[in-house]
């Protein structure tokens, strides 16, 4: 991500797996009205894909992912990169830090989020995204790296709190993921 946003152009950016696709053709056209708007960040759903195997978290209720820009977001990422679009002036101070392996997008996000970052949020599903990514598998690896991104952007006398918040959502990840067939 860091080496495209080097390369890039244009005044806005827009990240997207390998496995994700916009959810229609006319989303750009759907979202015009919002780049020319003073905020930095444009905010909509993405949709989850259903797969064989996926997540406790991605069940049939909750495939449509609706984002947050309030406290939930410490709590859990309700940003997803992919229903993101980040004017590109962003990140003109600030990167994705390479520390998290699997969470800079989160890291970064909170890091907006803690700036007061402008933005908006639209009803617009913007992209389709697989359930199947590393960010979803429910390793710990995962909710350790969560626990040190949120007490480096605090304190660390939030560390105890981070951390069983951390711990619960792995066990409820481990106790109710589907299992591959």
């Known amino acids: 991500m860091n080496k495209g946003i080097k390369l890039a152009k244009g005044e806005w950016l827009y990240f997207m797996g390998s496995d994700d696709r916009l959810y229609n053709p006319n989303v750009l056209h759907h ?60 990140f003109q101070t600030e990167k994705y830090n390479l520390n998290y392996k699997i969470l800079a997008d ?47 952007l605090s304190s660390l006398l939030f560390w105890p709190f981070f951390y069983v918040l951390s711990f619960t959502k792995y066990c409820i990840a481990w106790s109710t993921k589907r299992k591959p067939s």
């Open 31 to 90: 979202l015009e009205m919002y780049f020319n708007k003073n905020i930095d960040l444009i905010l909509g759903k993405v949709v989850y894909k259903i797969q064989e195997y996926y997540p406790f978290i991605y069940n049939q209720k909750k495939t449509v992912k609706t984002p947050s820009w309030n406290w939930k977001i410490l709590i859990r990422n309700a940003v997803h990169h992919q229903g993101t679009f980040f004017r590109k002036a962003l």
């Open 106 to 152: 989160y890291h970064f996000n909170l890091t907006l989020f803690k700036a007061k970052t402008t933005f908006t949020i639209t009803d617009i599903c913007i992209a389709e995204c697989s359930s199947s990514g590393i960010s979803k598998t429910g390793k710990w690896l995962i909710y350790k790296e969560e626990t040190s991104l949120k007490t480096n």
